[in-house]
Nanobody, 126 residues
Framework: VQLQASGGGLVQAGGSLRLSCATS??????????MSWFRQAPGKERDFIAG????????LYRNSVKGRFTISRDNANNTVYLRMNSLNPEDTAVYYC??????????????????WGQGTQVTVSS
């Protein structure tokens, strides 16, 4: 599966953004994949942010984004979203979407995922 992330940009602290990750490719259906968002700040490791199961009924979040970020998916349009509210400068990073074939839950570690998007930069100014 190919992933294309978009929606990043520059926003002031307290602002909001919505990231999108469109998927494409032959073979497996979008609903065969557990979808997640990760982020990586300069000089830091890639961190799990949020994940969602194939039906959208089970979500998982990093503690620091709970209550501010919401992951969702549109299976009809093969797209996963990350709505980010109350952004702060610590949220500045390149955000990546990731996919792994599973109808269950995938552990929140980068090495568990085979497919990655190219990343979209999110910069939050203070």
């Amino acid at each position: 599966v190919q992933l294309q992330a978009s929606g990043g940009g520059l926003v002031q602290a307290g602002g909001s953004l919505r990231l999108s990750c469109a998927t494409s490719g032959r073979g497996r259906a979008f609903t065969d994949y557990y979808m997640s968002w990760f982020r990586q700040a300069p000089g830091k490791e890639r961190d799990f942010i949020a994940g969602i199961n194939w039906r959208g009924t089970n979500t998982l979040y990093r503690n620091s984004v709970k209550g501010r970020f919401t992951i969702s998916r549109d299976n009809a349009n093969n797209t996963v979203y990350l709505r980010m509210n109350s952004l702060n400068p610590e949220d500045t990073a390149v955000y990546y979407c990731a996919a792994e074939r599973s109808r269950g839950t995938v552990p929140p570690r980068p090495n568990e995922y085979d497919s990655w998007g190219q990343g979209t930069q999110v910069t939050v100014s203070s």
